[in-house]
């Protein structure tokens, strides 16, 4: 049975109401870190759906216990940006972050219960592509708030 996805509030949130550039900057640099510590490569999701396809296409359900570490480091990543101070101006693609986030962990849990139930994991499977496609539009939303404040990213 398919489990509610997690939606993550305004009030959720660490607030800080500082707006100067000086803590824009340093807070996308801590964002930038909590994603890389979570997840250490960017090559996570090539990865993850490496390990969903072979454990599908040999039919050992086993491998899919090579989930398992994902799953964990979406709740690392969740924890560190509930507890991130975030200025005003990043508080709505904070949120938007979060929950995609939340989307994308409920889609791996559903990937992960093939063994269980097929075809909720092969949904999970096209969450998770779905999912990846709005992250990569949600980064530019985080670009077009820093580039309105004046703020060249971390790493460039």
Do not use: C
């Amino acid at each position: 049975k398919e489990l509610p996805v997690r939606i993550f509030r305004e009030e959720e949130l660490t607030r800080t109401f500082d707006q100067s550039p000086e803590t824009a900057l340093a807070y996308l640099k801590s964002f930038d870190a909590l994603v890389i510590d979570a997840f250490k490569t960017s090559a996570y999701v090539n990865d993850l759906m490496a390990i969903y396809i072979a454990a599908m296409y040999e039919s050992d359900f086993e491998k899919l216990k090579g989930l398992d570490p994902y799953l964990v480091s979406y709740d690392k990543l969740t924890r560190g940006l509930l507890s991130l101070p975030v200025p005003p101006d990043f508080i709505t693609v904070h949120l938007m972050y979060l929950n995609l986030l939340a989307k994308e962990q409920h889609s791996v849990q559903n990937m992960r219960s093939a063994e269980q139930d097929a075809i909720l994991s092969v949904i999970g499977l096209r969450q998770f592509i779905d999912i990846y496609q709005e992250f990569i539009e949600m980064t530019k939303h985080f670009k077009d708030v820093y580039t309105k404040k004046g703020i060249n990213p971390p790493g460039g």
